[in-house]
């Protein structure tokens, strides 16, 4: 019993010594600011992320590499995380289908507690590295996967134990955290440190660092799936118009992309029976419905690759 309070002594001296648990002078007194003062002050802190996310580029860029080379393969980016960390992760994961018109099962979460702390903390967990353990074992990393521990302290044992998990068994990871030289960070292949600094309110890392995670989080999985050729120029072209705000997206990419007035591009998204990748590539290569699909289905869903086979083998025909 001593040790383990020793232990936690320890852990509780190391947490604060750490850039996002520290009190932020900018802050001080905030208690008796007024409504736009506070406002103010935020607002000043909240500038200062995209700096510190700069500052990780590099590896964020490598990262985004790792993950398209695994997707590309049919293998998975798995997220995990804790608390707020695991939330953003849910986020940016359950946002992929609808964004890019990928398979669920391609980008996926794991939060500690399970589903029902996306809506109630679950806070105990995150200090259980068996859980963490657990969690990632039942969704079986190899090779073929990339997996993305997300912790602003970045020591969360829950986290740790997982990456450390999915790389004895052959997956490459990710560590997205907010503090340099974390256990977390030295657990993975790559590291993206956003050096956030002291929060608003001290530690609530829902705050900075949380925006920082959601930043560098949406930047892996756009760029990943831009990589793999589910954004054509800056379109949102995998688009699902599954309602008609959605469908008037769809026409309006048709309009940009094609150079279609708004009448024909409705039109040729009719055709498409709703498929706006299907649509533009029947456009931009002047080919039937059934030759646009076929093309797609051979470039695995590239749009700009499917133009160029479709185009081919409507030459081919002449």
Not at 73 to 101: H, K, M, N, W
Not at 202 to 218: C, D, E, F, P, V
């Amino acid at each position: 019993m001593k040790r383990k309070a020793l232990r936690r002594k320890a852990r509780s001296i190391n947490l604060r010594r750490l850039g996002t648990e520290k009190t932020n002078s900018a802050s001080a007194d905030l208690d008796q600011k007024s409504a736009f003062e506070i406002a103010r002050i935020i607002n000043a802190e909240d500038a200062k992320v995209a700096a510190a996310v700069k500052g990780a580029l590099r590896q964020i860029a490598h990262a985004i590499d790792l993950i398209a080379a695994a997707l590309r393969q049919g293998g998975r980016l798995i997220y995990i995380g804790t608390g707020t960390s695991g939330r953003i992760a849910a986020l940016d994961a359950v946002e992929c289908p609808p964004t890019f018109d990928v398979d669920p099962h391609m980008v996926q979460f794991i939060i500690a507690g399970g589903p029902k702390a996306l809506g109630t903390a679950v806070e105990a967990d995150e200090d259980s590295r068996e859980l963490g353990r657990r969690a990632i074992a039942k969704k079986r990393p190899t090779k073929k996967d990339v997996v993305v521990g997300i912790a602003a302290s970045g020591r969360t044992p829950f986290t740790i134990a997982a990456i450390e998990y999915a790389r004895a068994h052959g997956a490459k990871t990710v560590a997205v955290v907010c503090n340099s030289k974390s256990p977390l960070g030295t657990a993975a292949h790559v590291a993206i440190v956003a050096d956030v600094g002291a929060e608003v309110v001290a530690g609530s890392t829902r705050m900075k660092a949380g925006t920082a995670q959601k930043m560098i989080l949406n930047t892996l999985t756009t760029g990943a799936m831009t990589r793999l050729g589910y954004v054509y120029g800056n379109l949102m072209v995998n688009v699902s118009p599954k309602n008609e705000k959605l469908v008037e997206r769809g026409v309006g990419i048709l309009e940009k992309a094609a150079g279609l007035d708004h009448r024909a591009a409705r039109k040729l998204l009719a055709a498409a029976k709703g498929r706006v990748p299907v649509a533009l590539v029947m456009a931009k290569a002047d080919v039937s419905r059934a030759d646009a699909v076929v093309a797609l289905r051979e470039s695995q869903g590239q749009v700009r690759r499917a133009i160029t086979l479709a185009k081919h083998g409507s030459e081919s025909r002449l």
